[in-house]
């Protein structure tokens, strides 16, 4: 199993649950009005005035084989919307109930 965790800006949303719904990938846990900045380009995205996008951010946990494919959309999905952005990082999950 992997824990897969995916920033996104909000507008996306939508896409990014039916994404998961079509991967059947059930499980996650969302956390809404996240900010943050980028590592390499784009603009903040701080809910402010004066850099008003704002993100959310998705963890869920997943078969292996189901990684791979993932991440290979949710590319194709920044790679459509690149000033929006979209990342994702994958840890090992060990032991889970």
Same mark, same amino acid.
């Given at each position: !199993?992997? %824990?897969?965790?995916? $920033?996104?800006?909000?507008?996306?949303?939508?896409?990014?649950?039916?994404?998961?719904?079509?991967?059947?990938?059930?499980?996650?846990?969302?956390?809404?009005? #996240? $900010?943050?900045?980028? $590592?390499?380009?784009?603009?903040?995205?701080?809910? $402010?005035?004066?850099?008003?996008?704002?993100?959310?951010?998705?963890?869920?946990? #997943?078969?292996?084989?189901?990684? %791979?494919?993932?991440?290979?959309?949710?590319?194709?999905?920044?790679?459509? %919307?690149? !000033?929006?952005?979209?990342?994702?990082? #994958?840890?090992?999950?060990?032991?889970? !109930?």
């Amino acid at each position: !199993m992997k %824990a897969v965790f995916i $920033s996104y800006n909000v507008t996306l949303n939508e896409r990014i649950l039916e994404l998961l719904d079509k991967m059947t990938i059930r499980g996650f846990t969302q956390w809404h009005n #996240v $900010s943050g900045r980028g $590592s390499y380009n784009g603009e903040p995205h701080f809910g $402010s005035h004066a850099w008003p996008a704002i993100n959310a951010s998705i963890l869920t946990i #997943v078969e292996d084989h189901k990684v %791979a494919p993932l991440l290979e959309r949710l590319k194709a999905l920044d790679e459509e %919307a690149p !000033m929006h952005g979209v990342r994702a990082f #994958v840890w090992g999950v060990e032991e889970g !109930m």
